[in-house]
């Protein structure tokens, strides 16, 4: 299992590509596609948060 400081890394990392995701989404007409990643996106940020907070109460 990754250590804290490894899950916090991966956060980092991913919480950059979410920047880039958002930063290329047009403010209208926005394909299913583009959209799909952001949220794909998003759904392993919040797993990844949830493995960082089970993993501090460890």
């Known amino acids: 299992m990754p250590t ?9 990392a991913l919480e950059e590509k979410l ?3 958002r930063a ?3 403010a209208h007409s926005t394909k ?3 959209m799909r990643t952001l ?3 998003e759904d392993e ?3 990844l948060l949830g493995k960082i907070e ?3 109460k460890e």
């Open 32 to 34: 299913p596609l583009t």
């Open 45 to 47: 940020r919040d797993a």
């Open 39 to 41: 949220l794909d996106l």
């Open 4 to 12: 804290i400081d490894e899950l916090k890394a991966q956060l980092a």
């Open 24 to 26: 290329r989404m047009p």
């Open 54 to 56: 089970k993993a501090g």
């Open 19 to 21: 920047e880039e995701a």
